[in-house]
């Protein structure tokens, strides 16, 4: 039809395939033995239609060695490689494009856990590292790969599938070819895995199955998810369909099929590249070289080469139109396919229900964003199945619980002999069964981990390697999540507090003895005190007894009406009244340091005799092992490992069974400190608060989880249950069930925190700051109004009063060089100054001479020289 059809469309053409068919029966050697006749006695230009990718592998061989291109509209292992093999071209869909459309809807519905089905075969053996790839990307777990073989007896495919209805995945992709995936579809349906909750994605080999097979095909497929790629529907299309179905059913007039494949529209466009290629090459000599064979007894020696294979190659590979299958256009000798059509089976037909494209993934619509149709999923449901299904239906989840718990507020597993039932009580069951209440349909039963006496079969890393076994679906109680147990078990998200604290007797901090109250200042900040009692004292006596009759008297009175009145300044009593307002800014300053000092000092005396100052006995791990302290913990817990990380003396470690035995331990002094983590310590607490205080946590743990076995969905479900649990006022109930009403104060932080034991004097050195700066001030500024009161007029001040009188001698001024001679002593300060400096200077001399001695007077003009040096 295509060479018809293309000559009817182009008769202007000089160029005319010629077509030679052989038929290889599906057999790998018979499509080699067909390529080489083809080769050697046709010397065919080019090859096209090995079916499987087995037969490819072998003619796309012979293709390289004799030049020849081999192209292939229906092998779809992306195994066969364009690289390794130039001349041979892919017009068909490629596995791996396949993968990505498959991955987007797995990661559209958000399941984490999906089994390949494929047929153990070149078919079907290509797609599965793509897929596993790509399912790796978006974190899908594969926890099985379920192979058939081409060959599979209906025994053999029962087998298959019961094993697969006893997992709890219930996502299956299925990459089948037609015949071997109705068989096993067939046996599905009659084992209940095409009823609700099951998912069925099938790669385009098997979603053309309805094509080929008619309604015996759809009706098993109901609810099954397919994807092809898109083809636009043409009138040229329409036109060759219809021409299609006269033709075909004219040769087979038996057949159920009603619509040419993909590989058929395929097999249509890659003669048409040919066709279009070959006229491109009209005036190129397409002949065949011939090899010196006279030596060679065999048939592949003497097909010799084509030697315009390469110019036919390139011109195919340059090809491109607008065929029944959409466009034509080859990239790096492969087909390219830009959308895929995602369907579903409904009825008698396939249902689009979107459409996958490089750009925008997922869509609805061709060319946009958004999500899918509503698909009807296998059981007519329109609920998308969560993709898991655990425990399958008839069966409860194995619930493994210790019979020998850390603490029965936790956990209590007892046999009830008079009933012969298990009784299972504590904190832990109570926020799993408030989470497994969200979660119907994952019904459960708890079984004891030990006999019916009350003797365990082994610790809780025993009892979580029997998930590993698959003794148990799951672990349930005060089960710490570490390391070393999650390589065997997955844990859900911690209910609990998490670390590991210390646990150590309280004393009482504070003695309490008759010099209680010197203590509570140090020695510096006494001095500080008293030095600043008499530098205030002083000041006040120095700006007061010139005019202040109360602090006048003889030397002996004054000093006693200092003292007296600075003390008596501690309890704002002080009689003296003062005169001058500088002395009363030295006051206020003093008085506010008074207020305070007293103040902190009255709360301080009173905190440290009424108040029970509390502190650990022990601070730290560094206190333990340098003191060579005694440290206690539980019996069957992980902390002996751990002490030995820290490098304890195993001699001072001390193994309890009991929080019973511990606590007598600690109260009579024979153990230190206890080990254990923080939510056993604080139900420990509760029962004796007010003895002991937590310190830590010490060393970091995740917590109390609950156990699934490795890969379990139930792991995440739980895990979101717990998170909605804890924001619920639930939780707060369970709690209060736990702890009581009112809960202790557990840790080191929440114990009265007690102000330094002395108080320093780097406390307060702002507040001696201030009085200091204002009696230094108030001094500063009573010597400058004493000088202002006490100057003598200079000669200037004279000869600018209009009183002075005209009888005064003139004053000779000498010149600065003869004051040195003057004055000898001025010579060693090297005197330079400006005429009119000196002489205003001179002048000031002249009239403190007046009054002063000679020697004086020498003083004073050093003095002047040096302030004007």
């Known amino acids: 039809m295509a060479v018809d059809d293309f000559y009817a469309a182009h008769p202007e053409y000089s160029t005319r395939l010629a077509l030679h068919i052989r038929d290889s029966s599906g057999d790998a050697f018979g499509a080699a033995a067909a390529a080489i006749d083809l080769l050697k006695n046709v010397q065919a230009k080019t090859i096209v239609g090995p079916q499987t990718s087995l037969e490819s592998r072998f003619v796309m061989n012979l293709g390289d060695r004799a030049h020849v291109p081999i192209m292939s509209f229906s092998a779809i292992s992306p195994s066969l490689s364009t690289k390794e093999s130039p001349y041979f071209i892919h017009t068909s869909l490629i596995d791996s494009l396949q993968a990505k459309v498959i991955t987007s809807i797995i990661q559209e519905f958000k399941w984490n856990e999906v089994v390949p089905v494929f047929e153990d075969s070149e078919h079907g053996n290509g797609i599965v590292p793509y897929l596993l790839d790509a399912f790796q990307e978006i974190n899908v777990r594969v926890p099985y790969r379920s192979t058939i073989p081409p060959t599979a007896t209906k025994d053999e495919i029962l087998t298959e599938l019961k094993k697969l209805k006893n997992m709890q995945t219930r996502v299956f992709v299925a990459h089948l070819t037609c015949n071997l995936g109705l068989q096993l579809l067939l046996l599905a349906k009659e084992e209940g895995m095409l009823e609700e909750g099951y998912v069925w994605i099938a790669t385009y080999a098997l979603t053309d199955i309805i094509n080929l097979m008619g309604s015996s095909a759809s009706a098993v497929m109901q609810g099954i998810v397919g994807i092809k790629p898109f083809v636009k529907t043409t009138r040229k299309l329409v036109d060759?369909?219809?021409?299609w179905r006269k033709r075909f059913h004219q040769e087979n007039p038996h057949t159920?099929?009603?619509?040419?494949?993909?590989?058929?529209?395929?097999?249509?466009?890659?003669?048409?590249?040919?066709?279009?290629?070959?006229?491109?090459?009209?005036?190129?000599?397409?002949?065949?070289?011939?090899?010196?064979?006279?030596?060679?007894?065999?048939?592949?020696?003497?097909?010799?080469?084509?030697?315009?294979?390469?110019?036919l190659l390139q011109s195919i590979l340059m090809t491109t139109f607008d065929g029944l299958a959409g466009k034509f256009n080859l990239v790096n000798n492969q087909l390219e396919f830009p959308t895929f059509e995602i369907v579903n089976v409904v009825g008698p037909r396939q249902r689009r229900v979107g459409f996958w494209?490089?750009?925008?993934?997922?869509?609805?619509?061709?060319?946009?964003?958004?999500?899918?149709?509503?698909?009807?999923?296998?059981?007519?449901?329109?609920?998308?199945?969560?993709?898991?299904?655990?425990?399958?239906?008839?069966?409860?989840?194995?619930?493994?619980?210790?019979?020998?718990?850390?603490?029965?507020?936790?956990?209590?597993?007892?046999?009830?002999?008079?009933?012969?039932?298990?009784?299972?009580?504590?904190?832990?069951?109570?926020?799993?069964?408030?989470?497994m209440r969200e979660l119907p349909y994952a019904s459960y039963e708890f079984v004891l981990y030990g006999d019916r006496n009350g003797s365990s079969n082994?610790?809780?890393?025993?009892?979580?390697?029997?998930?590993?076994?698959?003794?148990?679906?799951?672990?349930?109680?005060d089960v710490t999540?570490?390391?070393?147990?999650?390589?065997?078990a997955d844990f859900t998200l911690p209910y609990t507090d998490s670390g590991v604290s210390m646990l150590v007797p309280l004393k009482n901090k504070n003695k309490k003895s008759s010099w209680t109250f010197l203590v509570l200042l140090d020695t510096n900040l006494w001095l500080a005190i008293g030095a600043f009692f008499i530098f205030t004292g002083f000041v006040v006596w120095l700006l007061e007894h010139k005019i202040n009759g109360e602090f006048q008297g003889s030397p002996k009175d004054q000093l006693a009406t200092v003292l007296f009145f600075t003390l008596s300044s501690l309890v704002f009593a002080h009689r003296e009244k003062l005169l001058s307002n500088l002395s009363r800014i030295v006051m206020i300053a003093w008085v506010f340091v008074v207020f305070?000092?007293?103040?902190?000092?009255?709360?301080?005396?009173s905190s440290m005799l009424t108040i029970e100052q509390l502190q650990p006995t022990v601070r730290g791990l560094d206190d333990l092992i340098k003191q060579g302290y005694y440290v206690g913990y539980m019996n069957d817990s992980f902390m002996p490992t751990l002490l030995k990380r820290w490098e304890f003396n195993e001699s001072k470690l001390i193994a309890f069974n009991s929080p019973q035995d511990y606590h007598e331990a600690l109260s009579n002094g024979t153990l230190a400190v206890f080990l254990d983590e923080t939510p056993y310590l604080k139900i420990f607490l509760n029962?004796?608060?007010?003895?002991?205080?937590?310190?830590?946590?010490?060393?970091?743990?995740?917590?109390?989880?609950?156990?699934?076995?490795?890969?379990?969905?139930?792991?995440?479900?739980?895990?979101?249950?717990?998170?909605?649990?804890?924001?619920?006022?639930?939780?707060?109930?369970?709690?209060?069930?736990?702890?009581?009403s009112k809960m202790c104060h557990a840790s080191e932080e929440d114990i009265t925190s007690p102000i330094p034991i002395r108080l320093t004097f780097h406390s307060f050195w702002g507040l001696f700051l201030s009085t200091g700066v204002a009696s230094i001030a108030a001094l500063a500024l009573h010597l400058v109004s004493f000088l202002f009161k006490h100057r003598q007029p200079t000669l200037d001040d004279q000869m600018d009063t209009p009183t002075v009188s005209n009888t005064t001698p003139a004053i000779s001024v000498p010149k600065a060089p003869q004051a040195q001679q003057l004055f000898p002593e001025l010579s060693i300060l090297n005197l330079s100054m400006k005429q009119k400096t000196f002489d205003i200077k001179f002048r000031q001399v002249v009239c403190l001479s007046r009054k002063m001695d000679g020697e004086v007077v020498r003083l004073v003009w050093i003095i002047i020289a040096l302030e004007a040096k």
């Open 481 to 488: 999540i570490l390391a070393n147990r999650s390589l065997y």
């Open 357 to 435: 494209s490089p750009l925008h993934g997922i869509s609805r619509w061709r060319n946009s964003s958004g999500k899918l149709d509503i698909i009807q999923w296998p059981g007519a449901t329109k609920v998308v199945p969560k993709g898991w299904e655990w425990p399958t239906k008839g069966k409860k989840l194995r619930i493994g619980v210790s019979v020998q718990p850390r603490f029965n507020k936790f956990l209590h597993a007892e046999w009830d002999a008079r009933f012969n039932n298990l009784t299972v009580e504590g904190y832990s069951i109570d926020i799993f069964k408030a989470v």
């Open 240 to 243: 060759f369909k219809q021409g």
């Open 596 to 605: 305070v000092l007293q103040s902190i000092y009255i709360a301080k005396l």
């Open 256 to 311: 159920h099929i009603t619509e040419p494949t993909f590989f058929g529209l395929w097999a249509y466009d890659s003669i048409w590249s040919i066709a279009l290629a070959v006229e491109r090459m009209r005036r190129t000599k397409l002949t065949f070289q011939e090899l010196n064979t006279k030596n060679s007894s065999t048939d592949l020696a003497s097909i010799g080469f084509f030697s315009s294979g390469a110019e």
């Open 687 to 740: 029962e004796h608060c007010g003895k002991y205080t937590m310190v830590g946590p010490i060393y970091k743990t995740a917590g109390f989880g609950f156990a699934f076995s490795k890969g379990s969905p139930l792991v995440r479900e739980v895990s979101k249950g717990i998170l909605k649990l804890q924001e619920s006022n639930e939780m707060l109930k369970i709690d209060e069930k736990l702890y009581g």
């Open 458 to 477: 082994g610790t809780y890393n025993d009892l979580l390697y029997q998930i590993y076994l698959q003794n148990f679906d799951g672990v349930v109680g």
